[in-house]
Each structure stands twice: as C-alpha cells, then as structure tokens.
Nanobody, 124 residues
C-alpha cells in the first residue's frame, strides 16, 4: 500500500506560478512510476504529466507542455509539479498518482494508487 498526499494548491492570478508536492509513504517510492492528473468541474479526470521510476523520462499532455515541469526526489519520497504561466483553464483538482507501469499518456485505469487531490484555481 502507498499513501499519497498532495499539497501546494491555491488561488492565483492567471500568469502566476505554483508548485505542487506529493509526499508518499508506505511501500518503496522508487518502485513506482508517478504522474499527475487533474479534474475540472463537470469534466473527466485527465492526464497531465508522468515521470519514470528514476526521473529519467518525463511526459506531458499537450495542454501543459512547455509550462509545467514534473520532477521527483526519491531520497525524500516526494514528487513535484512546477506550474508556470497558469491559465484559467488549468483550474482543477490535481491528483497525484502511482503506477506499476510506465506510460507517456496514462489513463485513470492504469493507476494503482491515488492521492485525495489539491485544488488549483487560476483566476483571470
């Protein structure tokens, strides 16, 4: 079992930056590929970014490419999502996810463990 806890969400202006963190506990963090998803009101949960076990490979949804950066620190059992140039359409609950397989475009069914989410609101 892996427990995932997100933090760092909040209310910002469009164009601002935020950094989300995901702290993991339980089983060995480096055993899992990790990712971020988001879900806006009335919409399905969608893939945002993914990172491999050792951080060597990263993947992004087209909508965030060039603005968001995913990273991980296996010594701290923590994953991050640096979000720059935030847009109102980035407003959503952001979820941390752990998977036993690596994918460049996860679907929710690929995910083994989920965090409870953190709300990001970018106002115009």
């Amino acid at each position: 079992q892996v427990q995932l806890v997100e933090s760092g969400g909040g209310l910002v202006q469009a164009g601002d930056s935020l950094r989300l963190s995901c702290a993991a506990s339980g089983r060995t963090f480096s055993d899992y590929a990790m990712g971020w998803f988001r879900q806006a009101p009335g919409k399905e949960r969608e893939f945002v970014a993914a990172i491999s076990w050792n951080g060597a490979r990263t993947y992004y949804a087209d909508s965030v490419k060039g603005r968001f950066t995913i990273s991980r620190d296996n010594a701290r059992d923590t994953m991050y999502l640096q979000m720059n140039s935030l847009k109102p359409e980035d407003t959503a609950v952001y979820y941390c996810a752990a998977a036993t397989i690596m994918s460049g475009n996860y679907s929710p069914s690929d995910i083994r463990y989920w965090g409870k989410g953190t709300l990001v609101t970018a106002s115009s």
